[in-house]
């Protein structure tokens, strides 16, 4: 009776009146039969703790050996706007003063925080970490993302004018022009980048991206960071325009002093474990949700 008393009470969402009618007992011996079933282990009864942010951004640095993180609760929507805000509270205690250097990359979460806003760090200069492309789709304009981020800073902006992806000769002949090269000079010196970090084309369609066919048969590909490509363990995946882009190298990234990469979306969870493990970016601003796919993924299988 001890276990059937049980059943009906938590797993039917019986009362203990109801329960007593239906046995033939009173509502006390059915009380004490409920007692007796947390008293000896038939019934356990748990308070799970909820997840805060701040705790899963101290099991996010620690899982994922990152240098800082910022992770807020998923909104009800506009998740990207909403990761604004930590980013600036990030951007704000690196102690960026005048003359220090951002790099901005592209895509969607990039786009979006940078029009949520950002804090004031006069005399900060932003620049491109890539050259540009020809798209008409906003979250490619990346030389309007500079200019708005100098604007919100209080900076000077430094423009790239020149394809990511040229060829060869014409790359050198970009970065021959004065202009360019000033801009590019500054990737050896930047002391934050602020990054997306793309889905594998398995999963964006290339409308969505912009993929060369090169790009789109990388299948294995875990996600990219400025059309840098990794797989999940982290390992650089060369492809056929590697060499001629104009953009900010896997080594000029990686020393950089803090790479924040941007993201909200439970999908890209590999690809940002794949993105730190390559160190492309060693700081994260992204929801709680994301966070929980990306600590789900690092459990031992």
């Known amino acids: 009776m001890l276990h059937t008393v049980a059943k009906l009470h938590y797993e039917a969402d019986m009362s203990q009146v109801d329960i ?3 046995l033939g007992v009173s509502t006390a011996t059915i009380s004490r039969l ?29 899982a994922l050996g990152l240098r800082d993180a910022a992770v807020i609760e998923t909104p009800a929507a506009g998740a990207l706007t909403a990761l604004a805000a930590p980013l600036g509270a990030l951007l704000k205690q690196v102690g960026l003063t005048a003359g220090s250097v951002v790099a901005i990359g592209w895509g969607r979460a990039i786009r ?11 005399g900060v200069l932003t620049v491109a970490a890539t050259g540009g492309m020809q798209q008409q ?19 000077t902006p430094h423009f790239i004018h020149a394809p990511y ?7 050198e002949v970009f970065l021959g022009d004065a202009a360019i090269r000033d801009s590019v000079a500054l990737w050896d010196r ?27 048969a990388l299948f294995h590909a875990a996600g990219d960071v400025i059309r840098h490509y990794f797989d999940a363990e982290g390992t650089l995946i060369p492809w056929e325009g590697e060499g001629r882009m104009i953009a900010m190298s896997p080594a000029q990234l990686r020393a950089v002093p803090l790479v924040i990469g941007v993201a909200a ?11 730190v ?15 929980q796919a990306i600590l789900e993924a690092l459990l031992p299988r």
């Open 20 to 22: 007593a009618r239906r």
């Open 34 to 62: 409920l007692q007796r079933a947390r008293a000896e282990g038939i019934v356990r009864i748990e308070v799970l703790d909820l997840a805060t942010p701040e705790g899963i951004t101290t099991q996010l640095v620690e």
């Open 112 to 122: 979006e925080v940078i029009q949520a806003g950002l804090p004031r760090i006069p």
């Open 137 to 155: 789709a906003a979250h490619f304009q990346i030389n309007e993302f500079v200019r708005l981020a100098a604007e919100e800073l209080g900076g």
């Open 165 to 171: 992806l040229p060829s060869s000769e014409l790359r």
């Open 190 to 216: 930047t002391d934050v980048a602020i990054v997306g970090i793309g889905l594998p084309h398995a999963t964006n369609p290339p409308e969505a991206s912009a993929a060369t066919l090169s790009e789109q």
């Open 265 to 275: 979306s439970p999908e890209k969870a590999m690809a940002i474990i794949g993105a």
């Open 277 to 291: 493990r390559a160190r492309l970016i060693n700081a994260l601003v992204t929801d709680t949700k994301t966070a």
